[in-house]
Antibody
Framework: EVQLVESGGALVQPGGSLRLSCAASGFSFSNYSMNWVRQAPGKGLEWVSYITAGSASIYYADSVKGRFTISRDNGKNSLYLQMNSLGAEDTAVYYC????????????WGKGTTVTVSS | DIQMTQSPSSLSASVGDRVTITCRAS??????LTWYQQKPGKAPKLLIYAASSLQSGVPSRFSGSGSGTDFTLTISSLEPEDFAAYYCQQGYSTPLITFGGGTKVEIK
């Protein structure tokens, strides 16, 4: 079964850091680009970051640029999101999603992990 | 940045109704338009990609159309399991993708 499972979400104080993980199974992880997408409570979807299959190209939304770092370990079938200098505006459910570069679609999503930034 | 505007933001409909949701891009995005369905507490689910291609396993009552700046998601006959939020996403400026604000389909 094709699956993505996020972990690492937690309650963190403003200014703190957190590292999210996304474990992939059931497909050739190293062949796919990946995205992180987040959803604040009661709000819509917001794209956060993108990484190509071989990590050659990486992009970030302006809202997280300079604070978040996306990475992957194809040997471990895992995607990561290092989040620093967290603020209340980063409170959200974070999803990882498999991305098809040609058709520009995200066809497999994890269930999400919740990040709450609060003192 | 390409802005995506969905309308309406919410609608009430009955089982069996035909439902249409619109998504407008701030500039031409060709057919790089994807639709997702999201139920409360769940991850988004891919419905339509390339504006009109039905994702495998998605019921045929879902269809998409449009190109350029104006796109439509149509549910031909609403089923109870279709009450959810729907989001469009442009991929023209990939990987800098953007989502519409969402449309919540509620039971009348």
């Amino acid at each position: 079964e094709v699956q993505l499972v996020e972990s690492g979400g937690a309650l963190v104080q403003p200014g703190g850091s957190l590292r999210l993980s996304c474990a992939a199974s059931g497909f050739s992880f190293s062949n796919y680009s990946m995205n992180w997408v987040r959803q604040a409570p009661g709000k819509g979807l917001e794209w956060v970051s993108y990484i190509t299959a071989g990590s050659a190209s990486i992009y970030y939304a302006d809202s997280v640029k300079g604070r978040f770092t996306i990475s992957r370990d194809n040997g471990k079938n895992s995607l990561y999101l290092q989040m620093n200098s967290l603020g209340a505006e980063d409170t959200a459910v974070y999803y990882c999603a498999r991305y098809f570069d040609y058709s520009r679609r995200m066809d497999v999503w994890g269930k999400g992990t919740t990040v709450t930034v609060s003192s | 940045d390409i802005q995506m505007t969905q309308s309406p933001s919410s609608l009430s409909a009955s089982v069996g109704d035909r439902v249409t949701i619109t998504c407008r891009a701030s500039q031409s995005i060709s057919t790089f338009l994807t639709w997702y369905q999201q139920k409360p507490g769940k991850a988004p689910k891919l419905l339509i990609y390339a504006a009109s291609s039905l994702q495998s396993g998605v019921p045929s009552r879902f269809s998409g159309s449009g190109s350029g700046t104006d796109f439509t998601l149509t549910i031909s006959s609403l089923e109870p399991e279709d009450f959810a939020a729907y989001y469009c996403q442009q991929g023209y400026s990939t990987p800098l993708i953007t989502f519409g604000g969402g449309t919540k389909v509620e039971i009348k």
